[in-house]
């Protein structure tokens, strides 16, 4: 079974800090995906990355930045935390090709204060 | 840009009623998936599909290409069945996004 693995259930940050949501996918895939969930707007797709230090802009990048630099793992990365970008976030992999089925992790609850 | 919408937004059932979900899309699309949300939990894909039907135990999910839409059913429903579903399409060559749908709640009571 494929596991992807976010390393926060839930997150509480203070404005203005730098935060770090890890996610890591044990199955090799090529794609990962970052995506934040809000009441009323659904799913929305940060970034994604289909190779290791390759990366595209989603839908709703500002404010964000990411790293891939192992295939195994994909960070989003929230330079100056603000309380619009308190969120759930969900991260998500898949195998190379783009009609494969998507993995999703548990999801981190991020409350900015 | 695809517009994705489902309805309805809420469903209320009785355990072992049969349950329908409507999903529709406006523009052409290379694959649909449906997902399932429980509460405080993480979302598990269900089906993608392409084209027809697809069937897992008691879900079944259908495609209408030429009408841009799917549905997704749930026969014999149980209150565990009480999840958001999610619709969501995937344009045609090699676009790896997705465009989701806002989700339909659905209670199965005992």
């Known amino acids: 079974d494929v596991k992807v693995t976010q390393s926060s259930r839930y997150l509480v940050k203070r404005t203005g800090e730098k935060v770090f949501l890890e996610c890591v996918q044990d199955?090799?895939?090529?794609?990962m995906f970052w995506y934040r969930q809000d009441p009323g707007l659904g799913l929305r797709l940060i970034y994604f990355?289909?190779?290791?230090?390759?990366?595209e802009k989603g839908d709703i990048p500002e404010g964000y930045s990411v790293s891939r630099e192992k295939k195994e793992r994909f960070s989003l990365i929230l330079e100056s935390a603000s309380t619009n970008q308190t969120s759930m976030y969900l991260c998500a992999s898949s195998p190379g090709g783009s009609n494969s089925p998507l993995h999703f992790g548990n999801g981190t609850r991020l409350t900015v204060t | 840009k695809n517009e994705v919408e489902q309805s309805p937004q809420n469903l209320t059932a009785q355990e072992g009623e049969f349950i329908t979900i409507n999903c529709s899309y406006s523009v052409g699309i290379s694959a649909l998936h449906w997902l399932q949300q429980h509460p405080g939990g993480g979302i598990v894909s269900l089906f993608m599909?392409?084209?027809g039907k697809k069937k897992h135990g008691r879900l079944i999910a259908t495609i209408n290409i030429q009408e841009k839409h799917s549905s997704l059913h749930i026969t014999a429903s149980h209150p565990r069945d009480s999840a958001v579903y999610i619709c969501?399409?995937?344009?045609?060559?090699?676009?790896?996004?997705?465009?989701f749908g806002k989700g339909t709640l659905l209670t199965v009571n005992p």
């Open positions: 199955m090799d895939h090529e794609n």
């Open positions: 990355s289909y190779d290791v230090k390759m990366k």
């Open positions: 969501a399409v995937r344009g045609g060559g090699s676009n790896y996004k997705l465009t």
């Open positions: 599909l392409s084209s």
